[in-house]
């Protein structure tokens, strides 16, 4: 008995080591950081232990303004981001011919280089010396006046970033959709079919509460990830966020141990567990509603 | 209802791209369903039975011919407005939704004149679900349920809006062995309870026989004999349908005629009185199991047909005798009754054979011939 305890343990080392070491460790290191006071990194001290982390970023204007972007662009995102992609998946699942094709052309954004993506939004948006950019270009068309989307208006600027996100994530959850419109069996469109059923009628009540699982998995998965964004915002307003008044939560960490106003630890700290309780909460709340069948 | 189809033929492109040429999957169907009847559609797999099934329900555009129910031609008419209630073999119950939702689905869609109030659709469920004694599960889920429950709520859920025909595809062919034999008694109370004109495939021919008024035996697409169930099996058109019916299967040797004398191998089995009309011709002779009369010199006489014993087989109300005989290359089976005493131990047994349960069938096309 011992013996086959010891045996076990053996096997599960490796895993322990590196998740002790690279997962466990800094999660309650990261925990102990939010909570100590005026913590020095050079001299690996601080005063004391206190609230004083979270009443700084919870007070700091940086921190209330990357908030209130991500919660917007997760509030906007999300469900426009999951709705399209019911409705792209729908559609291409009611086409036979070239649905292959079709299906590779909305999933090329999902392999395409983020680089290339920030690129093609640039030349879209972006005003230069040259070219008010292609969407510019467009709203002459029907006399309306350019807009400095990069530079621009705040809700200009969270436009692009809606608009940017959304078509990134959008391939993913298509393919995941198409794929669980694919799985319903055929039998029940036909039994609904005899029993004279309306199309609405069918997507409401026999198509959607057979993918809903599959949608709620996407809700949430978006929901975590929105929250996480910050690569996005640097793909396309620079690495200088707060300037931009686009900063993340995620990007305010960053800020706070590395960027030019940086080397604190402890705010960055204190951040991440705000956005840690955060997600925790939504993430509660849509297990909750998940688990409520709809009848 | 009476549903009449006129020459019904269903063609499908071939998968195998390089055959022009279609799948005909129904061929030709031309005949009628008297009403308030049950009917087997009987075949074996991919014959085509599911396809003529589809047709009459509307969920397949026939390529040519009619679908008439009484004088309606329906042929052009969709699923939803030939009132028909259709039962799948996988029952296609919605498996978010309840028992009663799901026996309720149909009355919901109903549109306009037709729309019911909340209490008169649930007083509709009610009733289907009498009908097949499920009154005390509306509450359930599908996934909650045994397969044969699931099976009735599948019926009650075709009923609830009165269909003027009940189709059923495989109907039986998801529940074991017990089940089915309880199922099909149930289907034939509540086909004679409504009195609604009911279809159902099978391949399964003592299903088909056990239940149905009338069985429709298909081979490829074609429809081979209509008729009541024990006509067909007492007189079968072909060598198919022969086969087809009947557990044991029906042995079959290759024969010959001979001076209006009928031989197997070289056994003369049945005497001139008996071959009147057919030429001298070889054939092949289907001896139903129950055909063979034990004759094994316990009398002082012998029967004709001599074959090598293999086994005896105890069942108890009948006793099964496993025989080769060398003019067929697969063993041969009979069933006599349990009074019959042999001697498993011995090499040789004799049979005679009672003409009604022998059939002689043309080697070319395999038709009947007596």
């Not at chain 1, 094709?101 to 290339?116: E, H, K």
């Not at chain 1, 959709?177 to 036909?190: F, G």
């Not at chain 2, 397969?147 to 039986?172: C, F, H, N, S, Y």
């Amino acid at each position: 008995m011992r013996s086959n305890n010891l045996k076990a343990w053996l096997y599960l080392l490796p895993a322990i080591v590196f998740l002790g070491v690279f997962m466990v460790y800094p999660l309650v290191d990261v925990l102990i950081y939010s909570f100590e006071e005026g913590y020095n990194s050079a001299s690996q001290t601080s005063f004391g232990l206190g609230l004083y982390n979270y009443s700084y970023v919870l007070h700091d204007p940086f921190f209330l303004q990357a908030i209130k972007n991500t919660f917007i662009i997760v509030m906007i995102t999300v469900p426009l981001s999951t709705g399209l992609a019911l409705l792209v998946a729908l559609g291409l699942n009611s086409i036979k011919k070239l649905k292959e094709l079709f299906q590779t052309i909305f999933f090329l954004p999902y392999v395409t280089n983020t680089l290339a993506v920030g690129l093609v939004f640039m030349i879209m948006f972006k005003k230069t010396p040259y070219s008010d950019g292609l969407i510019n270009v467009m709203l002459s068309w029907f006399k309306m006046s350019p807009v400095d989307f990069i530079d621009g208006p705040y809700w200009a600027k969270i436009f692009v970033m809606c608009v940017y996100t959304i078509w990134v994530v959008l391939p993913f959850k298509i393919l995941i959709l198409t794929s669980a419109l694919a799985s319903v069996d055929e039998v029940y469109y036909k039994a609904a079919k005899i029993d004279g059923t309306s199309r609405l009628r069918i997507f409401t009540r026999i198509t959607l509460p057979m993918i809903s699982p599959m949608i709620f998995y996407l809700v949430i998965t978006g929901f975590i990830g929105a929250f996480k964004a910050y690569s996005d915002e640097v793909a396309i307003f620079g690495t200088n966020l707060n300037a931009a008044g686009m900063n993340t939560i995620v990007g305010y960490v960053y800020d706070m141990l590395y960027g030019d106003s940086g080397g604190y630890p402890s705010y960055a700290s204190a951040a991440a567990l705000i956005l840690f309780a955060i997600v925790f909460t939504i993430t509660c709340i849509n297990l909750l509603i998940s688990r409520k069948q709809p009848v | 209802m009476k549903i009449r189809l006129e020459h019904l033929t269903k063609r499908f492109p071939n998968r195998n791209k390089k055959i022009a040429s279609d799948v005909i999957a129904v061929n030709d169907f031309d005949f009628e369903i008297p009403d308030g009847k049950l009917i087997g559609l009987l075949g074996p797999s991919g014959c085509g039975k599911s396809t003529a099934l589809n047709l009459i329900c509307g969920l397949e555009v026939p390529s040519e011919g009619k679908i008439f129910f009484d004088d309606d031609d329906v042929t052009t008419i969709p699923p939803e407005n030939r009132g028909v209630g259709m039962v799948f073999q996988s029952y296609a119950l919605y498996p978010h939704l309840t028992v009663r939702k799901n026996i309720m689905f149909p009355l919901e869609n109903l549109k306009g004149e037709q729309k019911l109030s909340k209490e008169k659709m649930e007083e509709k469920v009610l009733e289907a679900a009498k009908t097949v004694q499920i009154e005390e599960l509306l509450d359930r889920r599908p996934n909650e349920m045994s397969g044969g429950q699931q099976q009735r709520v599948a019926i009650a859920r075709a009923l609830v809006k009165m269909p003027r025909v009940l189709l059923l595809d495989e109907p039986l062919s998801n529940l074991d062995a017990r089940l089915r034999i309880q199922t099909r008694e149930e289907i034939k109370r509540i086909q004679n309870a409504t009195g609604i004109t009911t279809i159902f495939v099978t391949h399964d021919q003592e299903e088909a026989m056990s239940i149905s008024d009338l069985i429709v035996v298909m081979k490829a697409g074609v429809v081979n004999q209509i008729g009541k169930p024990q006509e067909v099996y007492d007189n079968p058109v072909n060598l198919f349908v022969a086969k087809f019916l009947g557990t044991p299967p029906i042995n079959v040797y290759d024969g010959q005629i001979k001076g209006g004398k009928l031989y197997i191998g070289d056994d003369e089995i049945l005497g001139k009185d008996y071959v009147k009309s057919v030429k001298d011709q070889d054939v092949y002779v289907g001896i139903r199991p129950e055909g063979f009369v034990l004759d094994d010199n316990l009398s002082g006489t012998k029967g004709n047909i001599k074959a090598e014993l293999k086994a005896v087989e105890v069942m108890g109300r009948d006793t099964s005798v496993v025989f080769k005989h060398k003019a067929s290359s697969a063993l041969s089976r009979a069933i006599v009754t349990a009074d019959n005493r042999i001697n498993p131990k011995a090499s040789e047994v004799r049979f005679n054979v009672n003409p009604k349960k022998v059939f002689v069938f043309a080697k070319e096309g395999e038709e009947r011939l007596i």
